[in-house]
């Protein structure tokens, strides 16, 4: 108020000398008019407040009456012609000042409706980016802050009950705890889905308006607002009420999302469910026929066979057996991976011990391939889990084995690259065909070849192989070999050795 006063004052006295600096150049009265009229207008404009502009036009007549009429420094004018000039002078002055405030203000609404636009956007564009539900209601409240320059607290809800609030104060000294006496007009808005607080009829002692973040029924918590005895327009109603509309979308959005990749995982654990039922109903009629019918042929029948038969019995039997142990293994692997319950007991091994120990569990028809094992460096150290790296090394050697034909070669390699153990296994054998190299990792994927015992593969190996050096920070991967063959390489960490002298 003191400042309008003085930006009046200023500019009368400013237009004053200004006038008397005209008189003495000899100007016409018509022209310090004019200036007068000036003054008003550049007052209307400055001031926040319109009666200055109206008393400013009032006191312009006056200071030109007592300044530049005769006789001067008085109020009296001898010329018959001056009412009218005052009268049009006081007419002129208000109506430039009156459409200059309006000006003024019509600027100002302006501004402040694309302020609310430009953050009711920027909102939009902000929760569209948030990544969780806390993030989202931070968003909204720090928009409603940069909106109303007020208090804003937050109360996230859950099943219809308050959690703990989040506070977003528009200036230092304000606490949460200022508001904690209000939790109650803050829970009975959840219960009843409405507004409640200053300005409403109910909890209308509350220093805030508690306001519901709600999709029609569906409340996902309450957003308290400072009302200072200065309640918000209507304008700023409506830009607060958007503001939580898009906050509740968008908490509403991410449940659905939730709920949707829930639902995925879900039926995904169903068709994985379904698969293996199906795969394993299939692939284990086989080797348990062959082996109930060759134990009954050397159960009732026994003494009647040679040594070589029965010894050929014998080793179908334990073939079989053997490929169920490690069918067996393998899901049980692939379960503990699906419900995320593979522990992993890491510990510094060497490398070609471990080759060694898959070689030892690898299938019996080993002997009909040549395999040979390099090893760059004997003392190669990586972090592992040696059992499940042995599992690993065995799907991959015995894939080499069954998918290739008797004779063939078989190259079992290790070195260090860089901070990485590489381990690959390589085959002289048809190779797999460049559209199959992206889904031989797929769960259930066999292929077209087919296995050399004529079992049908689960298809469950590589895919458990990928999970399981993924599991270990490395990689797994397909290449070919050439002229023929292919090459699966994988990498482990390397474990460091540190000598003490």
Known sequence: MAKDIAKSIGILTAASLVGYLIERLGSA??????????????????????????????LSVLAFNFLFTDPKFTLHAYDKDYPVTFAVILIAAMLTG??????????????????????????????????????????????????????IIIYPAEKGEL?????????????????????????WTVKNNKHAGATTETYSEARCLYLAIRVQNAVYGVAGISVDRQPADTVENSIVLSILGECAL???????????????????????????????????????????????????????????????????????????INLVENLLSVTRLEEGRLNLHISAELVDEVVKEALRHVNRLKTEHEITVEHQDDLLLAKMDAKLIVQV???LIDNAIKYTQKGSHIYIRTMRREKWAVISVADDGPGIPDENKGQIFEMFYSGANQVADSRRSLGLGLSLCRSIINAHGGSLGVSDNFPHGAVFTFTLPIEEVQLHE
Not at 48 to 55: P, W
Not at 118 to 130: I, P
Request: aromatic letters at 6%; a negative charge; zero cysteines.
């Open 163 to 187: 959690q703990e609030p989040l506070f977003f104060p528009a200036q230092d000294g304000s606490t949460a705890g200022d508001y904690a006496a209000e939790k109650e007009a803050a829970s």
């Open 250 to 324: 968008a908490l509403e959005n991410r449940k659905n999302a939730f709920e949707k990749e829930k639902a995925a995982v879900l039926a995904k654990n169903e068709q994985l469910r379904a698969n293996l039922l199906r795969a394993i109903s299939h692939d284990l009629r086989t080797p348990l026929t062959s082996i109930v019918g060759n134990a009954s042929n050397l159960l009732y029948n026994g003494e009647s066979f040679d040594q070589p038969t029965k010894l050929s019995l014998y080793q179908d039997i334990y073939d079989d057996a053997m490929w169920l």
């Open 393 to 395: 090394l065995i799907n």
């Open 29 to 58: 009265e018509a022209n310090i008019i004019l200036i007068y009229v000036l003054g008003v207008l550049i007052i209307s404009v400055v001031v926040n407040h319109r009666i200055y502009s109206l008393l400013s036009s009032i």
């Open 98 to 151: 009156t459409l200059a405030a309006r000006l003024k203000n019509n600027a100002r609404q302006s501004a402040e409706a694309a302020f609310r636009t430009k953050v009711l956007f920027e909102t939009n564009q902000l929760l569209q980016q948030a990544q969780s539900d806390t993030e989202i209601l931070t968003v909204t409240a720090n928009q409603l802050l940069r909106l109303l320059q007020r208090d």
